[in-house]
């Protein structure tokens, strides 16, 4: 039997749009009965920058009987669930350099536009032609009813620095429209539970005000009462509304953000831990099921003081291959990030899925990427893509080498596991032979 | 109010008749028609459709019989064209006995005070002052803003690709951001071609409420804040492929300059060259253009260079402007009331509560200069929230209510923003801050306070206000008319002002002007905009003047015009000629009555409207009442009549008896304008015919006025009574919003008479409306 991927597809299987969808679902004796409802998928997409220690990030061994390299042995747990794709490049040329390009073409798999952003080499840039995979996929995910959440997709970062430029912007609404990733995780708790705080507090005044309107009720004249009472009425209505809303919210509990941690380099663990909790609350109570996760910005200097390494990541990432204490640093660089990956991972494992089957995990694929292959050669060959989760119904616990394929096939693959069986995406060029073979 | 006039209808019928009760009920149509009294007609012939006591009835006439002719004008119109629905009309007689009835029972405006006293009911904050008001009592935590008297920006050039304190080479104000230096800088010996930035700095004034869109054109490089010295609301610091035009909108409340400031940079950005390749000037964009504007789309405008006279080279502190967008107020009695009440209205000030209380919490430290996460400021934290419920309340909190608004608060919270939060909530949603007449005791000077400051400002008492309440010193009238002075030039003021005249000219709301453009091929969009800023030129040119005369906005013989404007009107100017006043059409032109911007909003897309112009000139600006028409007609299209001009053809179809009634006022005084055309262009021929402007007015004394084109008109608006009042009764309701006759059955004619002997002038006529409504208010038990 042929699988549908969502109910789209099923749809367009059997010769119908979607234009007749509400049609076609006041008819229960057709078509879903006795069908399970299409599962609910999602998407997170985890940077990090300056690339990766070769020696210590690929498996030697592809398929599935590989072992975990030290940047990757966080992943240890999870190495069933995990997808290792080797040999997929970033072939996007053009003006800006490695870096810029790195991250501006990233997700997006299409050329910068010529600006007045100067790198380190090559011409000046600005921002990305077209429109990133993840917006790519938000956008075809809100498109129906059927997956349409609050947000559609939701921008984590974490320390990214306050400057709008190629470096700091990972997604893009479309060209030109880069988006930037809200990195405090205060402002994020605000954007997502805000509103159900604000009703709290409501709540909490409304005793007060009506006691408020008793005592003027009675210093006005009779006329001017009459006013009043209908006013009273209104906010006795508003505490019906608030009642209301609190039971439709019942089953999701707002998360407890630990207050005061202040952006600051050190602080970095404990804003990513944040970040990443309130990330699976949101995927928890379906706001979104796209995200992105930015840790810092394309030629990032963070220093990781909490693992021992005191100079900035940047810097070190120009040190050349025969500077051991440099190769040592970077990889345990690279195994915080991939820690920050097995934990986001962690908690979606140990996060059932609401009304459905298995953990949130079963149902999200992460793919943790970067700029550059390699920091101290700048190359966009052997980006690192390492995808862990059950979202798209990719064969998992592999390692795969595709020895050189344009990345632009990842990024389609992606939309086709959502069912967005796009032709195209960013350069065409790069586009032969459609979505990568070998994942499902 | 029937049982009074029962009462007297018997007794003179018994004296007139002298004959027995019972027959008087049973054959009202005695012998002698002569002894019938008015009330007598009335209820006899006109009662049917217009109800026992004139208040209409559903069936046939649901209007209450109300208005301001005169009892000979009413005679004459009832002896001829009532009633409507028979051929056989009233008799002379007759008429003449019904009419001084109705006009003394329940017709003129005498009776209807009479009958039906006005009084000052409580109502809310309108929109307008809502929004007004939180802005305010947040900006209260603020320094406060000197709009000065210097125009334009701030500015600084500099020999570096970002603005650079040490690398500033040229400071100086520019009037305005259009510049277009080609291939070259500013200033070639100081600044380099390929690598120089600029920072403009100051305030924008906003003339109106409504969301501006600021545009910014350039080939380069290019960040502008409005209103936010942090976030900009045009981020284009990445040139970034080929757009020039960079646009952001933002909702700004009228009367208030924002902070702005503009960063330019023509250079490129990111990794700096290295020093080797400094030496070789690594030439960025060298044949690049480079050019800057600085322009905004205001409401009702299309987009323009914004204007030094717009521009402050102070740099004004944020303004929090509610983004909330509640439902408009009532304006079905001719001004915003707040006298009801809706759950969308509801819902909004809720909304609006909350996005005041997100906002505090985020601008906390700001705004208290507390620390909300640190134990020992909860005093600070304290105070503040009482300071922030006396603003929004009007008057000082009372030990319980310090209690009750703030300290409970501070108990229940989990932590301080918390707390502070939950105060602004509650204080917002109170009825304390939502309704204007709730106040403390009757003779309360922080009543009087809020009054003052809602009548000129439409808005809270400030600090100074509030403060001489405190100290007892707004007592008298002299002390009150004091602090009104000192009001009155704040740009809050001028903008209620500017407001108030664009409403009486009928201009507030969004107008689209556009004209046929086959007949009026050149009156375009941006000449539209054109007229309305000439317009508006015109009204500040009043309003700055400290005469402020009321004959000036009449008679005044200039115009402002502009290039664009000159070439459509025939005047004489270059076309690039930016706008200048102009002694335009002398001979045929005076005053606003006769600003092209009226006559063309006054007129339709392809003719001019005699009945528009007309209905504009009796109501609004003679003030007289005019009922809708009795029925609907199109009026007919100029092109089945092709031998008749517009007059002829407007006087053809409102021949009727029916129509009559109203058009014998509305004709004569709409045909004076006809020497203007739909776009309000001098004309002397209509379809090769000599234009006639002559016209009439039958004054509410009984005379009649004669004139001969807009000229008479505005030489006799200048100067009538009637007129002024119609005036006085606008402005009081625009700045007070409550019936003027709450305030007294003479209050009008005493302040028209108070108008008059202060030489017309405006602004102390402000000041005699605002004062005499801070009388203590007598709604209260």
Known sequence: MTTYASRREFLKGLGLSTASLPFVLNLPSFAYAGEAPARRQRLIVMFSPNGVIPKNFWPDVVGNEFVLKESLKPLEPLQKQTLILRGLSDKIRGDGDNHMRGIGCLLTGIELFPGNIQGGSDTPAGWSKGISIDQEIKNYLQASATTRTRFGSLEFGVMVPERADTWTRLSYAGPNKPLAPIDDPYQMFAKLYGRQKDQENLRSVLDALQEDFKKLESVVSAQDRQLLEEHTTFVRELEQELKASDARSADHAVPQLEPGIKETNDNMPRLSQLQIELLVSSFAADFARVATLQFTNSVSDARMRWIGVDDGHHHLSHEPDTNEAAQEQLTRINKWYCEQLAFLAKRLADTPEPGGQGSLLDHTLIVWTNELGKGNSHTLENIPFVLVGGGLNFRMGRSLDFKGVPHNRLLLALAHGFGHHLQKFGNPDYCGDGPLNDLT | ?781
């Open chain 2, 1 to 781: 109010m029937l049982r009074p006039h029962h009462h007297r209808r018997f007794r003179i019928y018994r004296l007139a008749a002298g004959c027995a009760f019972f027959v008087v009920l049973s054959i009202p149509r005695i012998s002698a028609r002569g002894e019938l009294t008015g009330e007598q007609v009335f209820r006899d012939q006109c009662a049917r459709c217009h109800g026992n006591s004139g208040e209409g009835t559903k069936e046939n006439y649901p209007d209450p019989l109300a208005g301001d002719k005169s009892v000979a004008q009413l005679t004459k119109y009832i002896h001829e064209s009532m009633p409507d629905d028979a051929d056989e009309k009233c008799s002379a007689d007759d008429a003449a006995k019904v009419a001084p009835y109705i006009y003394d029972a329940f017709y003129s405006a005498d009776a209807r005070i009479r009958n039906k006293p006005a009084r000052v009911e409580l109502s809310r904050l309108t929109v307008r002052q809502h929004e007004n008001a939180i802005a305010d009592i947040i900006g209260s935590f603020r320094p406060a803003i000197e709009w000065g008297t210097e125009r334009g920006l701030h500015a600084e050039y500099f020999n570096s690709r970002e603005p650079r304190g040490d690398a500033r080479k040229i400071e100086r104000t520019d009037a305005e951001v259009r510049f277009d230096w080609g291939q070259s800088s500013p200033d070639p010996e100081k600044l380099d071609a390929q690598e120089f930035s600029v920072k403009w700095q100051g305030s924008v004034l906003a003339p109106d409420t409504g969301t501006y869109e600021f545009i910014v054109r350039t080939e380069h490089a290019v960040r502008l804040y409005v209103n936010n010295p942090d976030v900009p609301l045009i981020d284009a610091w990445v040139q970034s492929g080929s757009d020039t035009e960079q646009r952001g909108e933002l909702r700004l409340l009228g009367g208030r300059p924002y902070a702005l400031r503009l960063e330019f940079s023509r250079a490129k950005l990111g990794v700096k060259d290295k020093e080797k390749a400094k030496q070789k000037k690594a030439e960025f964009r060298p044949n690049a253009h480079t050019s800057v504007s600085l322009e905004w789309k205001r409401p009702n405008h299309t987009p323009e260079v914004i204007t030094a006279r717009f521009l402050s080279t102070n740099v004004a502190p944020p303004l929090f402007v509610l983004q909330t967008r509640f439902p408009p107020d009532d304006r079905s009695v001719g001004y915003e009331r707040g006298t009801a009440i809706s759950k969308a209205w509801d819902d909004a000030t809720t909304e609006a509560a909350i996005e005041t209380a997100g906002y505090v919490a985020e601008h906390l430290k700001e705004l208290s200069g507390a620390n909300p996460n640190k134990p020992a400021d909860e005093p600070i934290l304290r105070k503040f929230c009482t300071l922030f419920a006396e603003q929004a309340f009007r008057r000082p909190l009372s030990d319980d209510q310090v209690q009750f608004f703030v300290n409970h608060q501070f108990e229940a919270a989990p932590d301080f923003a918390t707390a502070v939060k939950r105060v602004v909530l509650l204080v917002l949603k109170s009825p304390r801050f939502l309704y204007r007449e709730i106040g403390g005791t009757p003779g309360d000077q922080f009543d009087s306070a809020a009054r003052l400051s809602f009548g000129l400002w439409d808005s809270v008492p400030d600090r100074e206000l509030m403060s001489v309440a405190q100290k007892g010193e707004l007592a008298t009238r002299e002390q009150i008319v004091s602090q009104l002075q000192r009001m009155l030039p704040d740009l809050r003021t001028r903008s209620k002002l500017r407001e108030f005249l664009l409403i009486w000219l009928k201009a507030s709301q969004p107008k689209d002007l556009s004209k046929d453009p086959k007949v009026f091929p050149d009156f375009t969009a941006d000449v539209a905009s054109d007229l309305r800023t000439s317009l508006e030129l015109s009204l500040d040119d009043v309003l700055d003047n400290p005469s402020a005369d009321f004959r000036q906005l009449m008679l005044s013989d200039s115009f402002w015009l502009n290039g664009r404007l000159a070439h459509v009107y025939g005047a004489k100017l270059p076309a690039d000629a930016p706008f200048q006043k102009v002694n335009f059409e002398p001979d045929q032109r005076a005053g606003v009555l006769s600003h092209p911007y009226l006559l063309a909003s006054l007129a339709y897309n392809d003719t001019s409207s005699p009945i528009h112009r007309g209905v504009f000139l009796t109501r609004s600006v003679m003030g007289r009442v005019l009922r809708p028409p009795a029925t609907a007609a199109a009026p007919t299209p100029a092109a089945l009549n092709v031998s008749l001009n517009t007059r002829e053809r407007v006087a053809l179809q409102t021949q009727p008896e029916a129509c009559q009634g109203c058009h014998a006022m509305i004709n004569p005084l709409g045909f004076t304008m006809e020497h203007f055309d739909a776009i309000g262009r001098f004309r002397d021929v209509e379809r090769n015919r000599p234009v006639d402007s002559t016209g009439s007015y039958l004054t509410q004394s009984g005379q009649v006025e004669k004139f001969n084109g807009l000229k008479d008109v505005a030489a006799f608006v200048a100067a009538s009574d009637e007129s002024q009042t119609a005036f006085v009764k606008q402005l009081f309701h625009h700045a007070i919003k409550q019936p003027i006759f709450a305030f007294g059955p003479n209050e009008l004619r005493d302040l028209q008479q108070r108008f008059a002997k202060n030489d017309l002038n405006i602004h102390k006529l402000l000041i005699e409306i605002v004062a005499d409504s801070a009388r203590p208010a007598d709604h209260r038990q």
